[in-house]
C-alpha cells in the first residue's frame, strides 16, 4: 500500500523568532533518514548569514594589543564582537562604526550601522570603558556568506592600514537535530514521520531557513533531470527573474522622495516585498502619508518590467486593492465619455439651436439623488461618493480632492481620518468635512480614527 506525495506535509508542533519543532510525513520506510540527514547538513553548511571580517581600532594595530583606558584587551574584545548577531537586507560589504567618549559599557546598541543592517542583540557588551578620558573609535566590516572562514581568507588589500582580521562564522544556524519514528498509515505500519528541530540566532527565523534549504536542494536535483520540458525551463526561470525583485530595496528601484523614504523606513518598510504585503488601509493610516503619494508610488513601480509582469498578484493585497480603484476609475471614465458623446451627438442632429440646447441641458443631470433614510450600513457602504456629494451640498472641486484619496464609495471613505482630510496633501475644508461627519453618522458610520 502505497501513499502520494500530495499526501506529504509539514506540521508545525512549535515555533518562535529562534526556535522551532516540526512535522514531516507521511514518508514512505526509508525516507525518514534520507530527508532528515539532507535537511540537517543543507541548514548547516548553505544559509547565508552576516559576519564581522575586519576591525578597526584607533590606536592599536593588532588584535594582541592592549588598549589604555578599557578593560579588555584585543582578544577579549574580538571575541564578544563574534558574539555580534546581526541582519543585513543588502548582501554588499558594510560598515558600521562606534564612536564614544566616557566611562561605561560599550553596547551593539552603540554601533552607528548603514541602512539595511540591523543588531538583533544591542545589549551585547562588546568592551568596558575605564578611563573618562578615553575617546573610542573603531569601525566593524561585515559581509554576508555561509560556513566558516578564517581570518587569512577575509585578507584583502581595499582595507585600511592597522586594520586586523577575524575567523568568521557565517552560519545563523545554531542546532539541528532530527528523529525518524514509524508511523501507521491506513493500518500499514511502513511509513515514518521526521520530528525535525531548528534552532537559529535570530538572523533568521526557522521557517524562513527551511524554505531556503529546500530551494537549495530542489535546484541541486532539477539540474539532474535528463528530460526536462522546455516551457517548464522558461516559467521557472522567469519566474525566479521576476520574483527576485521583490526582495530589492525600494530605493534601487525608483526614485522617493525624502519624505516618502523616511514614511517607509519608520514603518519598517525597506524591500518591494514589504511594501506590497501591507494594505491600502495600513498605508493610509501611517502619518504624513496621503493616497496620492501611495498610488504613485505603485504606479511607478509597475512601470518597471521584472514587476509589471509578476505571476500571482493577487496574493499582495495592495496590488489586488489598487488593480480595483483603476477599474472603478475607468469605469467612471468611460461613462463620463458615452454621456458627453450622447449630447454631442444629439446637439448635431436636432433641428433648430433652440431645440438642441434644450436637449444638451436634459442630458447634464446624471440621475435623481438618491435618499439615504431607509439604506442599511452595509447598503450605505457601497453608495458612490458622486451621489453623496451631491446629497451633502459638496462642490465639485472638493469632489476631485476626495477622488484624490482613491475614494470612489464610501467604504473607502470610512478608511481614512479627520486630520488626513483637513491636512493631507489635498486638504478638504473644515465645512464640507463635517458635512461629510454629519452624513457618516446619520448612517451608523465614521470617519477612522486619528
Do not use: W
Not at 523614504?261 to 488601509?281: C, H, P, Q, R
Not at 462642490?395 to 483637513?422: C, M, N, P
Request: charged share 30%.
Amino acid at each position: 500500500m502505497r501513499t502520494t506525495l500530495e499526501e506529504l506535509n509539514l506540521s508545525v508542533i512549535s515555533e518562535n523568532a529562534k526556535r522551532a519543532e516540526y512535522v514531516i510525513g507521511p514518508l514512505h520506510k526509508g525516507y525518514g533518514v534520507t530527508i532528515g540527514n539532507s535537511l540537517r547538513r543543507v541548514l548547516l553548511s548553505s544559509i547565508e548569514g552576516v559576519a564581522v571580517v575586519a576591525v578597526y581600532i584607533e590606536g592599536i594595530s593588532h588584535q594582541f594589543s592592549s588598549i589604555p583606558g578599557v578593560l579588555e584587551d584585543g582578544i577579549q574584545i574580538v571575541s564578544n564582537i563574534k558574539n555580534l548577531v546581526i541582519k543585513s537586507r543588502s548582501g554588499e560589504r558594510k560598515v558600521l562604526e562606534i564612536n564614544k567618549k566616557g566611562k561605561g559599557p560599550v553596547r551593539a546598541a552603540d554601533l552607528i550601522c548603514p541602512e539595511g543592517i540591523e543588531i538583533i542583540n544591542p545589549d551585547l557588551v562588546l568592551m568596558n570603558i575605564v578611563d573618562g578620558e578615553y575617546s573610542l573609535s573603531m569601525q566593524l566590516y561585515i559581509e554576508e556568506s555561509i560556513e566558516y572562514r578564517l581570518a587569512e581568507e577575509n585578507r584583502g588589500p581595499s582595507y585600511p592600514i592597522n586594520t586586523f582580521f577575524i575567523d568568521s562564522l557565517f552560519c545563523p544556524i545554531q542546532h539541528v537535530s532530527f528523529n525518524v519514528k514509524q508511523i501507521m498509515v491506513k493500518e500499514s505500519l511502513d511509513f515514518e514521520n521526521v520530528d525535525l528541530e531548528i534552532e537559529t540566532n535570530g538572523a533568521i527565523d526557522p521557517r524562513t531557513a527551511l524554505d531556503q534549504a529546500s530551494k537549495i536542494m530542489v535546484d541541486y536535483f532539477r539540474n539532474l533531470m535528463r528530460e526536462q520540458m522546455e516551457e517548464d525551463v522558461v516559467e521557472l526561470k522567469d519566474t525566479d527573474d521576476t520574483e527576485e525583485i521583490l526582495s530589492r530595496p525600494l530605493e534601487e528601484i525608483i526614485p522617493l522622495s525624502v519624505r516618502t523614504g523616511n514614511v517607509f523606513k519608520k514603518a519598517g518598510i525597506y524591500t518591494v516585498n514589504d511594501l506590497f504585503e501591507k494594505s491600502k488601509k495600513d498605508l493610509l493610516g501611517l502619518k504624513n502619508f496621503g493616497a496620492k503619494s501611495l498610488f504613485g508610488t505603485i504606479e511607478e513601480l509597475l512601470k518597471v518590467p521584472e514587476i509589471g509582469s509578476l505571476k500571482n498578484r493577487e496574493r499582495f493585497p495592495l496590488l489586488v486593492e489598487f488593480a480595483e480603484s483603476h477599474k472603478q476609475k475607468a469605469k467612471g471614465k468611460t461613462a463620463e465619455k458615452t454621456r458627453v458623446q450622447k449630447a454631442v451627438l444629439e446637439e448635431v442632429e436636432a433641428p433648430s439651436k433652440e431645440t438642441s440646447i434644450k436637449k444638451v441641458e436634459a442630458v447634464k443631470p446624471s440621475k435623481a439623488v438618491p435618499q439615504f433614510d431607509t439604506l442599511s450600513v452595509a447598503e450605505a457602504l457601497k453608495l458612490s461618493i458622486d451621489d453623496v456629494a451631491k446629497n451633502i451640498g459638496i462642490s465639485q472641486k472638493q469632489l476631485g480632492k476626495l477622488k484624490k484619496y482613491a475614494i470612489s464609495k464610501i467604504e473607502d471613505l470610512v478608511d481614512v481620518t479627520r486630520e488626513q482630510l483637513l491636512t493631507g496633501d489635498h486638504k478638504i475644508t473644515k465645512k464640507n468635512v463635517e458635512r461629510i461627519e454629519e452624513f457618516l453618522r446619520h448612517n451608523g458610520l465614521s470617519l477612522k480614527e486619528d
